[in-house]
């Protein structure tokens, strides 16, 4: 199977402007209808993607699958943040530029072991990437306003059954996650607000267990999962 994506340019614009309400400015002793802060920002993403896999029955028990997926993002921001009353809620950042560009190949690779037609066993790697970008939330810096990719790597065995003449279906794997410049959100007392970060590194290992059961009610059927 092979194919190709192409996404349209997808634009979006944030603005907030912020107004001290009425209590608030009694309390503080400002004027009524000033801003405690105003920001404008402007993100332009153009995405394109290929992806292809095969599988390969090279014995009457044995199929290998090999696929891979490629990953091209470009990101253009344009962003101002900026305290007009001088109320020092916010810091002045801005006007500023900025761009993202990167491309990921994501490769997966599987082996799998027919015992008989209703158990298999199977052996998967497989990458997955999550495309950096841009904050455009309220800032306290602007080091906070952009973020790196993320990258994973996962490993996983595990064993699928057809049992009970088809009525059920059970799935059991084992697996381990190894994240590189992992996704986060972080919050920023400063400013009240949240940011998306990147933590050094992280894992993940665990077991996963599913049972779908088919159960027959007079006529009428109905799937159960467990």
């Known amino acids: 199977h092979r194919d190709l994506h192409s996404f349209p340019t997808r634009c979006s614009s944030d603005l ?68 007009p009353n001088g109320l020092g809620f916010v810091p002045n950042i801005g006007p500023l530029s900025d761009d993202y560009s990167a491309g990921e190949f994501t490769p997966t690779a599987s082996l799998m072991y027919s015992l008989n037609p209703s158990w298999n066993l199977y052996a998967t790697y497989s990458s997955g990437y999550k495309s950096g970008g841009f904050n455009v939330d309220v800032l306290s ?13 996962n490993f996983e065995l595990g064993a699928k059954a057809v049992l009970f003449d088809g009525r059920a279906q059970a799935n059991l794997a084992v697996f381990y996650m190894d994240y590189k410049d992992l996704q986060v959100t972080q919050y920023d007392p400063a400013t009240f607000s949240n940011y998306i970060g990147n933590a050094a590194s992280a894992s993940v290992t665990g077991i996963e267990f599913d049972l779908v059961a088919y159960m027959e009610i007079g006529r009428a059927s109905c799937r159960e999962r467990v």
């Open 141 to 153: 810096t602007a080091n906070n306003i952009g973020f790196d990719a993320e990258r994973v790597d």
């Open 16 to 83: 907030h402007i912020v107004f001290i309400g009425d209590g608030l400015a009694d309390i503080f002793g400002i004027p009524y209808g000033w801003k405690s802060f105003d920001q404008r920002a402007d993100v332009t993403t153009d995405g394109y993607a290929a992806f292809a896999n095969a599988t390969y029955h090279f014995a009457d028990r044995w199929a290998a699958t090999l696929g891979g997926r490629y990953t091209y993002e470009q990101k253009d921001l344009n962003f101002q943040q900026f305290d």
